[in-house]
């Protein structure tokens, strides 16, 4: 090519790409903020798109996703959040639980703010009401620590002769101090023994494991956490490895190979996040927009996990559960 075309060549690239920056910029920008990482969240972030997609917009289309993971280390939230707010996003998608909420509030006042999270979002200021929340911000929450003592009683019929019933909690989640309490005293309603396990990064999980494991008889809870949601595999294979019996929150743990789980779907959480998101980008204000809650709740039973294990699950359990995996 001789100098003269390549330099005209360079020239006209040089000259499109301010065109091509205001193209960019002239589409509304979104902020997704997550305290885990991206790949095991990846069909998470599709239920969002899939949210968003019913209002209208979709990615690289007509809206802009900026996405900041903070790889379950919670402490870099709030330097996450602080930069989607410098870059004026019109939205920010606060998933992942409860820091990754918090450390959108503290970052704006004037950002809408659309919160997945599992406790409840009054107690721990977010909104003023779940039907008016007010302010900037709305969501959606799990209510993880009401269905927590549920998912106790749960565990305590799939394994009626633990003697010892634990928890593992990450001790770095807001949640964990309230969900210990209630459920210390759903344990004591059972007249069980609770032991609580902590962890909050994957080489605690084997320590954790192992000390459980000199137990005898012996099962446990995996608390809802965003962070232990993204260790699925290591977590089903430590219970394997020991040959203890786990329930969960989320039903992939269960489809993995873990005993049980009992909650509602997360998967629907992250599209309402979408959906709360697409509508905002439209024009409705977060505090008018009521908190959503799920009404259903379920149970999945892996029977072959039961089987390996050498536990036999009741007959009336096995008829209360949505699906059991043979």
Do not use: C
């Not at 959480?269 to 998101?277: E, P, Q, W």
């Not at 024009?283 to 927009?289: C, H, I, N, T, W």
């Amino acid at each position: 090519m001789r100098r003269r075309e390549f330099i005209a060549l360079i020239g006209g690239t040089v000259a499109s790409w301010p065109l091509a920056g205001h193209a960019q910029q002239s589409m509304p920008l979104i902020g997704f903020l997550n305290s885990a990482s991206p790949r095991p969240f990846a069909s998470l972030v599709q239920q969002f798109r899939t949210g968003l997609g019913q209002t209208g917009y979709f990615e690289g289309q007509n809206v802009v996703i900026e996405y900041r993971w903070a790889q379950g280390q919670y402490d870099r939230l709030a330097g996450l959040a602080a930069d989607l707010a410098t870059r004026r996003v019109r939205v920010i998608a606060a998933t992942g639980g409860e820091p990754s909420a918090l450390a959108a509030k503290a970052a704006t006042s004037t950002i809408p703010i659309v919160f997945a999270i599992g406790g409840d979002p009054v107690n721990i200021g977010l909104v003023a009401s779940l039907n008016r929340p007010g302010g900037n911000i709305t969501g959606v929450t799990l209510f993880t620590n009401v269905v927590g003592a549920k998912r106790l009683e749960m565990l305590r019929k799939l394994v009626p002769n633990a003697q010892v019933l634990a928890v593992l909690v990450n001790p770095n989640n807001p949640n964990t101090k309230t969900d210990i309490t209630n459920l210390q005293t759903a344990a004591h309603t059972l007249g069980q023994e609770m032991v609580i396990l902590k962890a909050s990064t994957a080489t605690e999980f084997e320590t954790a494991f192992a000390t459980l494991a000199q137990r005898q008889n012996a099962a446990l809870l995996v608390n809802a956490d965003p962070f232990f949601n993204s260790q699925q595999p290591q977590l089903v294979a430590l219970a394997a490895r020991y040959s203890i019996p786990a329930i969960y929150e989320l039903r992939g743990f269960a489809a993995a190979g873990g005993l049980a789980s009992y909650g509602s779907s997360i998967a629907e959480a992250y599209r309402r996040v979408g959906l709360y998101t697409g509508q905002i980008l439209k024009g409705e204000k977060p505090g008018d927009l009521p908190v959503f809650q799920p009404t259903t709740f379920e149970l999945v039973i892996n029977l072959r996990t039961a089987k390996a294990l050498g536990l036999d699950i009741p007959a009336n359990l096995l008829a209360l559960a949505d699906d059991v995996i043979e």
